[in-house]
């Protein structure tokens, strides 16, 4: 019995054995599985964290699928996915094989997908493009949203935008100046060319009526409408609106400045220059100040601003004289000096400097423009017309001021400034005059080359003056000395001041003298070492003989010896 039962627990631990063995073993096996399991699930959350389903997929290569939501939510999972994986394989161990191959695949994905939202943005551009109104749909804005990523293929899509909106605008703006509305109303702008102030107005207004609608399609466009902005603060965009917005800068500045250079009344001219600041400040506020559209109404509001410093001259006419718009201008002046020292009588105010002071700022304003516009027209005309006397001219309308100013005492500091550039124009008169006189006599090649010559050369080796030269050229002189021109030149008689024709003859006649003293002297003084041939024979042929005392005489400066 002993027998069977020790065979028997024999075989149990035998069978305990070989059953520890298959638990183990199952155990084992349990184990293996729940780490496959995990596996599973990790590399199940990897695929679907980490790639594009079919779904997706479709979604943003297919060209039968638009942008829809399921587009931009596919285009949003793909960003994700990037994002997340260059997260990862930024870790201590590098980058892997793996996240290598998520991101070229989720990288082609992207590319694709801005590609197909360039090629819409494109075709929907070119047709909103040619619409009178820009209508924005969410769909664009978060398209605009999505490729300002690639700021190359958003930048060629806004081209497609300002391309059509260009032709659109300019189209429209023609229509506005030609045609007016469909209905007739408003009434072409050009059929009010006559009145500057509102041809420019309605050119301006509706520019800037334009511009202010494009700046409102865009800031819908780019999600700026959102955005608090101050009142008066400058828009700021990425360039993209002042594109479009400079289809109109040649056809309104080539109008404007037609206007400008057409109207002769200052008054006019002024509020038509207030006017372009008004809407000049306005578009740089608009469209900011390095737009073309800002810049051109800069230079056409420069230009208006010259126009009020010009003086329109007849080319055609020979007269020095002031012109009319200087006289009435003078007059209007003079009217409120009387104005003025009027009320300094009724006042009984006897201190010059205090009226001086009080009426400084009109002289300013009234005078010194003139007296700019005087010299800038006497410049131009002189330029189209070179024989015309421009500085007979100048001396003639600072005289003019001069003595519209001479009677009021509250002038005297304007009057000193007026009479330092009357005395510097006579200065330059006096220079100018003289080189003529020389010439009429005869005497400027030979003082220009006694001027000029190399001391150790002698005269009589020079052909200007050489013993046969310089007698035909004395001869020439002492012809002039006969003529009616060495008592007052015919150049001078158009000066409405005949004191300061005497003093610019006299001053022109005084240096004259000494140049034909300082070439006798030195031909004298070459005659005597031998030099110069026979050369008080050349002096003394005829008048004045060599003589300056005689040449004072005939030239009427005799007083002066």
């Known amino acids: 019995m002993r027998q069977h039962c020790d065979e028997v627990e024999t ?6 054995d070989a059953s520890r063995s298959l638990l183990e073993q199952a155990e084992s096996l349990r184990y293996e599985r729940q780490q496959v399991e995990t596996q599973k699930s990790i590399v199940l ?18 060209r039968e699928i638009s942008l829809v939501p399921r587009f931009f939510s596919a285009m949003h999972k793909t960003e994700r996915i990037q994002s997340e994986c260059r997260v990862l394989m930024s870790g201590e161990d590098g980058p892997t094989k793996t996240g290598l191959d998520v991101m070229a695949t989720t990288f082609s994905y992207l590319e694709q997908g801005y590609d197909k939202i360039h090629r819409w943005l494109a075709f929907e551009f070119r047709q909103i493009g040619m619409e009178s109104q820009l209508e924005v749909t969410s769909v664009m804005r978060e398209a605009i949203r999505r490729l300002s990523e690639r700021p190359e293929l958003l ?38 060319a006559h009145d500057p102030i509102r041809y420019v107005g309605d050119m301006l207004a509706w520019v800037h009526q334009a511009i202010a609608a494009e700046c409102e399609c865009l800031e819908s466009l780019f999600g700026l409408s959102g955005q608090a902005r101050m009142v008066g603060a400058v828009r700021t965009f990425n360039g993209s609106d002042e594109e479009w917005a400079n289809s109109q800068c040649t056809q309104s500045s080539v109008r404007v400045l037609q206007a400008v250079r057409a109207q002769e009344s200052s008054i006019v001219s002024y509020k038509v220059a207030n006017l372009l600041q008004y809407y000049m400040l306005t578009m740089q506020r608009t469209i900011g100040d390095q737009s073309l559209l800002s810049q051109t109404l800069q230079e ?11 003086i329109p001259l007849d080319l055609d006419d020979p007269s020095v004289s002031p012109p009319h718009s200087i006289i009435d201008h003078a007059q209007r002046l003079r009217e409120m000096m009387q104005v003025y020292d009027s009320s300094l009588l009724s006042e009984g105010s006897s201190d010059p400097s205090e009226a001086s002071v009080g009426f400084r700022s009109i002289l300013d304003v009234m005078v010194d423009p003139t007296v700019t516009m005087c010299a800038a027209a006497a410049e131009e005309k002189a330029r189209l017309r070179p024989r015309w006397d421009r500085a007979v001219f100048v001396l003639n309308c600072l005289g003019y001021l001069e003595n519209v100013l001479e009677p009021f005492s509250f002038t005297e500091d304007k009057r000193q400034a007026i009479r330092a550039m009357i005395e510097e124009r006579v200065r330059l008169l006096e220079d100018a005059h003289y080189e003529r006189l020389l010439k009429d006599a005869s005497l400027g090649n030979a003082t220009h080359t006694l001027k000029t010559r190399d001391p150790a050369t002698p005269l009589a080796r020079l052909p200007a003056t050489a013993p046969d030269a310089l007698a035909h050229a004395l001869s020439q002189f002492s012809r002039w000395l006969s003529t009616p021109d060495v008592i007052a030149s015919p150049r001078l008689f158009p000066l409405s001041s005949a004191l300061l024709a005497g003093q610019v003859h006299r001053g022109a006649l005084r240096r004259l003298v000494h140049a034909y ?16 041939v026979a050369g008080s024979v050349v002096l003394g042929r005829e008048r004045p003989f060599g003589q300056v005392e005689l040449l004072r005489q005939i030239v009427g400066l005799e007083d002066e010896l």
């Open 300 to 310: 056409i509001t420069g230009a208006q601003g010259r126009a009020l410093h010009r």
């Open 517 to 532: 003293g300082a070439l006798c002297d030195a031909v004298r003084a070459e005659s005597a070492r031998g030099k110069y």
């Open 45 to 62: 959350f990897f695929l679907d964290r980490f790639t594009l389903n079919e779904d997706d997929i479709e979604a943003i290569t297919s």
């Open 155 to 192: 930048s060629d899509t806004l081209t497609f935008l300002a391309e059509a909106r260009q032709s659109t605008l300019l189209a429209l703006f023609l229509d506005a100046l030609t045609r007016g509305g469909s209905s007739g109303l408003p009434r072409p702008i050009e059929l009010h």
């Open 11 to 16: 075989q149990l631990k035998l069978t305990e």
